[in-house]
Structures are given as structure tokens and as C-alpha cells.
């Protein structure tokens, strides 16, 4: 903002001043709590949503929707969700700019799911168990905005984190009851970058300032190393029947996924690797969807090129729910009751369509990263969705089991199946004596709570309690 005379810059001052860490003097947890939005079911737990200004200069502010526990939330944990997802090569989308409310919120481990012009109750809901707080970050992505659009044109990891960083500071100045609480984070995807760099910046704040009581971080199908990630995609490919042998032969000598994505972000884009990528591209098929290959796809989605695929409540997975939720969060009403606002936008999209992220951040790993933040002794559980071609359990194996050797942690739980209910609810490995863990989620996608909401719930409550998963039946 271009500030033009000498009275402008001093009320910017004062802005600044009363805004401190985020939150305007005497704004509190009050405003934003919802009345009840448009078409839920009663329930007896608290509701909030609003904003946290993260830059009172440029107007940078996050929305969040908080779902407080279904009971004796006071004696909860306090747990943070962080989506990611944006449109890289193969319309597959890892990077940041996707909705957690709309995705997390209201698409996996959120309380409801909308239903035509109503929400319905989502039995497998994270907040029996936990206080869950959702981020729309970084600005630019669902209803977080910044009034300057010169801030979409270089977002990158390290604004991110910080903004994120100041999102907590300011949502505890909203909600001081929660200060000193158990907290988690936790998060999918390009969450595998979110979520250990604004961990890292907590237990750094923390040494000046004790604020933030870290828990342990969870990462769903996580980006933590884009070599080994990106090229297990081959494999998982060739291994469940999408790509021919001469397919997967070429897709691992004359250019890998990591290669593709490299040289398509600097513009010099070869011949070859256009060539082998179009024809995994044919192969596959577009009307398989890439987050789960053994999932039925959303027709019009397919044609919008927009794969993220969310349940209903009724235990049958309705992939062309994302619609739903689009038309949902984008009716008056429900913004009224959200108290958010379309700044900049026309309207609410699951994915940004203004913010221009650095992909190249994409590119940088943050596995070492887990590894500092297990050594300063935050507990890391890496779960995946076993039929994600997007980010193959293999590589995240691979990544955990490699970092577990790097920190001599020993193996403490061998590799084996993991139970709820009385089925097999994936595999585990466990080191350290729980410093440091992995676990599938059988038949899940690479948003593990849409298409396992059950099993999802059962990993999570195990991480929560800090024990080890169920080895037998319940």
C-alpha cells in the first residue's frame, strides 16, 4: 500500500501497534464463534471461525475454522491441520494452494460433510478425540487474503512458515485457554514441508518464549524428499498394472518423474522427457484417479481437471462431493455464518487460483528437517495412504527407515499388521521406542481419512494416546 502523506504513515504505526501479534485490541474468541451454520444437524460442541492478521502493513490476514472437541474439550488436545495440493505436471496436485477447510475441514476428519443444502454428521470425526483447528494458509488460498496482490507472485516455504507462525501466535492470543495445551500438527501432502518448518520455528520460539507445548507432528502421504518420492511413482505405476514393461523401463532410465518436473519449472523442457511422459500419461488414463488408483473418479471433475475426492457421512465414498462443497461454502449464508469474506477472488475455490507459488521449494528436502525436530525430542508418526500413486508409500518407507539409520534408532516394533476393528488396518514400524514411526492405512488414498475414515481415526487416536497400533482384534 502506498502510503502518501505523514498522517497515513503514523495510523499504519498505530495499526501495527494495536494489532501486535495478529489480533486487534479487544477482539476475542467471542466474534468468531458460530451461531450454527446453514444445514448442520445439532451438536453440542463450540464452532468458531475468522481471521488472524499476520501483516497489519499489507493487510495479510488467515481464516480458520475450529471445531472444539464433542466433550470435555478442556481436557482435549489441541490439534492443527494443514492441507496442501497445487496443479504441478500430470495434473497431480502436491504443492501448497489447496483448502484445509474445504478439504480437511469438510472433506476428511472434519465433523461434517455437505449433503445437497445440508452438512451430515461425520461419524469418524477427529474431534472426539481432539480440539481441531484448521489453517487456510498460505494467503491467497480458500478465504485467507492479503489486500497487496504483489504477495501472491513469490510465496514461498520460508513466508509460509513464518506467517503460519504468527497465525498460532495470534490464535492464542484469541484463545488463551489453549496456551500451555498438548498440541500436534498434522497434515498431508505439501503438509510434508508445512508442518516440520513451522515445528521447527516452535521449538526455536520456544527457547526465547515458552508458548507452544509440541506434542509430536503427524504427516499423511507426505512430500519429504522430492527425488525419492517423485520416482517411486514408477514402480508404484508398473506394480499395480497402469504402465506397460516397456513403459516402466523407459520411466526409469530415459527420464524419471524428479527429472520431468525439473526440467518442465525451468523452461527446458527435452524431447525425450515430454515423449515418456506422455505416454504415462495415455497409459494410465486420465479417468483413473491418481490419489487412488482403485477408486471410482467424478466424471465432471475429470473434465474440470479437479481430482480431490471427498466422502459422505453414509460410509460410501461420493467422489463428486467436492462440488458440493464448493457450491456449500461459496452460499452467503454460510460465509455470514463463517464470518469470512471473498477479498480479491469471486469465489471460494478449493484450490488458489491467485497465489503463485515458489515450485522450486518443491525440489528442497525437508526430511532432515523430521530428523532435527526427532532429535529435540517431538515424536514424528509418517503415515501412508497404500494406494496413493501421487506420493507412493514406498518412498516414504524408504525416507523414514533411511532417517532411522541416520539417528541410530533401533528398531523397537518390527515391521507388521496393524488392526481395527477386526480387519488389518495396514502395516507399522516403530524406532526409537516411538521417536520416530511409520504406518500404512490399507486401501486409503492419498487423503487417508476421506477413503478410510475409520482406520484414520484408529492411527490417529493411537498417535495421540502415544501407544502402539493394535497387533491383534479388538
Not at 391 to 408: E, F, K
Request: some cysteine; hydrophobic content about 40%.
Amino acid at each position: 500500500m502506498q502510503w502518501r502523506s505523514g498522517i497515513a504513515v503514523a495510523a499504519a504505526v498505530v495499526l501495527v501497534l494495536l494489532l501486535g501479534n495478529g489480533v486487534a485490541a479487544g477482539e476475542t474468541a467471542a466474534e468468531d464463534k458460530i451461531a450454527g451454520l446453514p444445514g448442520q444437524p445439532p451438536v453440542g460442541f463450540a464452532q468458531y471461525s475468522g481471521y488472524v492478521t499476520v501483516d497489519a502493513a499489507r493487510k495479510r490476514s488467515l481464516f480458520y475454522y475450529f471445531a472444539e472437541a464433542e466433550a470435555d474439550p478442556a481436557a482435549k488436545p489441541l490439534v492443527l491441520w494443514l492441507n496442501g495440493e497445487v496443479l504441478i505436471p500430470l495434473h497431480v496436485n502436491v504443492g501448497p494452494g489447496c483448502s484445509s477447510v474445504g478439504v480437511g475441514a469438510f472433506s476428511e476428519n472434519g465433523p461434517f460433510r455437505p449433503s445437497g443444502n445440508v452438512l451430515v454428521r461425520n461419524e469418524y470425526s477427529w474431534n472426539k478425540d481432539a480440539n481441531m483447528l484448521y489453517l487456510e494458509s498460505p494467503a491467497g488460498v480458500g478465504f485467507s487474503y492479503s489486500t497487496d496482490p504483489s504477495f501472491y507472485g513469490g510465496v514461498g516455504d520460508s513466508m509460509t512458515a513464518g506467517d503460519n507462525l504468527k497465525f498460532l501466535q495470534g490464535w492464542f492470543d484469541k484463545f488463551p485457554q489453549y496456551k500451555g495445551r498438548d498440541m500436534y500438527i498434522t497434515g498431508e501432502s505439501y503438509a510434508g514441508h508445512y508442518v516440520p518448518q513451522l515445528a521447527q520455528r516452535m521449538v526455536d520460539f520456544n527457547k526465547k518464549e515458552k508458548l507452544f507445548n509440541l506434542k509430536g507432528i503427524a504427516l499423511g502421504n507426505p512430500v519429504l524428499e522430492f527425488l525419492t518420492d517423485f520416482n517411486s511413482r514408477a514402480e508404484f505405476f508398473w506394480s499395480h498394472g497402469l504402465i506397460s514393461d516397456s513403459t516402466y523401463n523407459i520411466f526409469t532410465t530415459v527420464c524419471n518423474y524428479s527429472r520431468y518436473v525439473s526440467e518442465y519449472y525451468h523452461g527446458s523442457l527435452s524431447t525425450s522427457c515430454d515423449r515418456v511422459m506422455s505416454q504415462v500419461t495415455r497409459e494410465t488414463s486420465r479417468f483413473v484417479d491418481k490419489y487412488d488408483v482403485t477408486l471410482d473418479v467424478c466424471i465432471s471433475s475429470v473434465f474440470m481437471q479437479s481430482n480431490i475426492l471427498t466422502p459422505q457421512a453414509s460410509r460410501e465414498l461420493d467422489v463428486c462431493v467436492e462440488d458440493e462443497t464448493m457450491s456449500y461454502l461459496n452460499r452467503k449464508d454460510v460465509q455470514q455464518a463463517m464470518h469470512a469474506r471473498l477479498n480479491g477472488v469471486e469465489k471460494w475455490t478449493v484450490c488458489s487460483s491467485v497465489l503463485e507459488y515458489k515450485q522450486l521449494d518443491l525440489q528442497i528436502p525437508t526430511i532432515n528437517i523430521v530428523g532435527a525436530l526427532v532429535k529435540s525430542g517431538v515424536p514424528v508418526l509418517v503415515y501412508s495412504g497404500d494406494q496413493d500413486s501421487v506420493i507412493p508409500l514406498t518412498g516414504s518407507r524408504t525416507l523414514v527407515r533411511q532417517l532411522a539409520g541416520r539417528l541410530r534408532l533401533n528398531t523397537t516394533a518390527p515391521y507388521r499388521a496393524w488392526f481395527q476393528g477386526k480387519q488389518v488396518g495396514g502395516w507399522t514400524q516403530v524406532f526409537g521406542g516411538g521417536a520416530l514411526s511409520f504406518a500404512t492405512v490399507r486401501g486409503a488414498s492419498h487423503e487417508a481419512p476421506f477413503s478410510q475414515p475409520e482406520r484414520s481415526l484408529g492411527l490417529f487416536r493411537a498417535f495421540l494416546a502415544g501407544r502402539q497400533l493394535p497387533e491383534s482384534f479388538e
